[in-house]
């Protein structure tokens, strides 16, 4: 068994690192003030040619393997975990899906934007009454000649107001339930798309999330993603991939706030001496270092199923996405008890881990769908 990245693989890594201490850090805490999207860092990463990391080459992305893409995601949220959503969101549940069950004129349309930076995409699936049953959506589609009309509230969408084409999942056929879902490429354009409400959240404060309202919005076939009745699967096998992304975003979140906790208690005093040579605090790091450590073997064991392409991989990657992200949730609450009041204090960038790590457990799929999920695969097997 090899643990190790390959030579490419960590050469992205040192240069993801070595580019977020510079570029995307510094700024990391005064956007999450402001609630400013990251425009600058994101100029950045297109002309790293990282905003379609997972596309391929050939349409003009950096065509990196799953692993390849969950080293660079962790690198990113470890400075702003609200750009790596905004990557992350982009590249796994919007390019991925149009790589994946595309056809040809539906790639060659989108993945050269949407790897030059030029466009950003988001997916659309949760609604104001439907999250974990994702199946029983309301929003309808109809066909009228070669136009399907949608109509209905999308809600909780990554990359609002700046991204340019979403996967929006309709009931093509209501009553057959996950049958009758369609998956469609809609632009924000389109006549009878609108952008809603922008949502006011505790973290992930420079990403944009909010509602997409659809009415009577015109679709040209042309975009239909897959045939009708496909799109339940299109969006459960997007989910497979997209909780990779969102469990290497825990493991780089968790990672920031394990290194500012060790800054932090080096330097920091209390009867006379710094805090790191008291054992309450030794032991709290290197739990939060272990409990890293094994989420990150969980992200690459799910990355490398995924990238073997010939196995099932649904379980590992709910497994990944459970205990990284629950994981995380206590690792920020750790770096918040060791920076003591100054973890609470909007100075210390671990307050913004601690509600950045928050929604990990609830964006594509709860903790508990994950343990559904896993659970349903566990019965199934014996
Ligand atoms: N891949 C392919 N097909 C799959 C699949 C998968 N991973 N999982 C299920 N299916 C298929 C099943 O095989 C089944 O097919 P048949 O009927 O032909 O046998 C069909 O889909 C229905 O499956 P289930 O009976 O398991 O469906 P269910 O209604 O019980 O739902 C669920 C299963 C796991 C609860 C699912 O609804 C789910 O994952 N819910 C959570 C949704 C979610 O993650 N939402 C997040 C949205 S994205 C977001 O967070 C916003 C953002 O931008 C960050």
């Given at each position: 068994?090899?643990?190790?990245?390959?030579?490419?693989?960590?050469?992205?890594?040192?240069?993801?690192?070595?580019f977020?201490?510079?570029?995307?850090?510094?700024?990391?805490?005064?956007?999450?003030?402001?609630?400013?999207?990251?425009?600058?860092?994101?100029?950045?990463?297109?002309?790293?040619?990282?905003?379609?990391?997972?596309?391929?080459?050939?349409?003009?992305?950096?065509?990196?393997?799953?692993?390849?893409?969950?080293?660079?995601?962790?690198?990113?949220?470890?400075?702003?975990?609200?750009?790596?959503?905004?990557?992350?969101?982009?590249?796994?549940?919007?390019?991925?899906?149009?790589?994946?069950?595309?056809?040809?004129?539906?790639?060659?349309?989108y993945?050269?934007?949407?790897?030059?930076?030029?466009?950003?995409?988001?997916?659309?699936?949760?609604?104001?009454?439907?999250?974990?049953?994702?199946?029983?959506?309301?929003?309808?589609?109809?066909?009228?000649?070669?136009?399907?009309?949608?109509?209905g509230?999308?809600?909780?969408?990554?990359?609002?107001?700046?991204?340019?084409?979403?996967?929006?999942?309709?009931?093509?056929?209501?009553?057959?339930?996950?049958?009758?879902?369609?998956?469609?490429?809609?632009?924000?354009?389109?006549p009878?798309?609108?952008?809603?409400?922008?949502?006011?959240?505790?973290?992930?404060?420079?990403?944009?999330?909010?509602?997409?309202?659809?009415?009577?919005?015109?679709?040209?076939?042309?975009?239909?993603?897959?045939?009708?009745?496909?799109?339940?699967?299109?969006?459960?096998?997007?989910?497979?991939?997209?909780?990779?992304?969102?469990?290497?975003?825990?493991?780089?979140?968790?990672?920031?706030?394990?290194?500012?906790?060790?800054?932090?208690?080096?330097?920091?005093?209390?009867?006379?001496?710094?805090?790191?040579?008291?054992?309450?605090?030794?032991?709290?790091?290197?739990?939060?270092?272990?409990?890293?450590d094994?989420?990150?073997?969980?992200?690459?064991?799910?990355?490398?199923?995924?990238?073997?392409?010939?196995?099932?991989?649904?379980?590992?990657?709910?497994?990944?996405?459970?205990?990284?992200?629950?994981?995380?949730?206590?690792?920020?609450?750790?770096?918040?008890?060791?920076h003591?009041?100054?973890?609470?204090s909007?100075?210390?960038?671990?307050?913004?881990?601690?509600?950045d790590?928050?929604?990990?457990?609830?964006?594509?799929?709860?903790?508990?769908?994950?343990?559904?999920?896993?659970?349903?695969?566990?019965?199934?097997?014996?």
């Amino acid at each position: 068994m090899d643990f190790a990245l390959t030579e490419e693989q960590g050469l992205l890594r040192d240069t993801m690192r070595e580019f977020v201490s510079r570029e995307i850090s510094p700024e990391a805490g005064e956007l999450d003030r402001l609630s400013q999207f990251p425009s600058r860092a994101i100029q950045r990463l297109a002309e790293l040619g990282l905003l379609g990391m997972a596309i391929p080459e050939a349409f003009g992305g950096a065509g990196l393997d799953t692993l390849g893409s969950a080293v660079a995601i962790e690198e990113i949220a470890r400075g702003s975990a609200s750009l790596a959503v905004t990557v992350s969101v982009t590249n796994s549940v919007c390019a991925g899906p149009i790589v994946h069950f595309g056809n040809e004129d539906q790639r060659r349309r989108y993945l050269p934007r949407l790897a030059k930076g030029e466009i950003l995409g988001g997916f659309s699936l949760t609604e104001p009454d439907s999250g974990s049953d994702a199946a029983h959506l309301r929003t309808r589609a109809s066909l009228e000649g070669d136009t399907y009309l949608l109509t209905g509230d999308k809600a909780w969408v990554s990359n609002v107001q700046v991204g340019h084409v979403f996967v929006v999942l309709a009931a093509t056929r209501p009553e057959q339930g996950s049958h009758g879902l369609t998956a469609f490429l809609v632009e924000r354009d389109f006549p009878g798309f609108s952008f809603g409400k922008v949502e006011d959240k505790m973290g992930l404060r420079s990403s944009l999330t909010g509602s997409l309202e659809l009415q009577d919005c015109r679709v040209p076939v042309a975009n239909r993603l897959g045939e009708e009745g496909q799109g339940f699967k299109i969006a459960m096998a997007t989910l497979d991939g997209a909780r990779i992304g969102i469990a290497a975003q825990a493991v780089g979140i968790a990672r920031g706030a394990l290194q500012e906790s060790i800054a932090f208690a080096r330097q920091r005093k209390a009867f006379g001496r710094p805090i790191c040579q008291f054992q309450a605090i030794q032991f709290m790091l290197a739990d939060m270092a272990t409990a890293i450590d094994a989420a990150r073997l969980l992200v690459h064991r799910a990355a490398h199923l995924r990238d073997r392409g010939d196995v099932q991989f649904t379980k590992e990657a709910s497994m990944a996405k459970l205990f990284a992200t629950e994981m995380v949730n206590r690792v920020a609450y750790q770096a918040v008890q060791i920076h003591g009041a100054y973890g609470y204090s909007r100075e210390y960038p671990v307050e913004r881990y601690y509600r950045d790590a928050r929604v990990t457990t609830i964006y594509e799929g709860t903790s508990e769908i994950q343990r559904l999920v896993i659970a349903r695969r566990l019965l199934e097997s014996v």
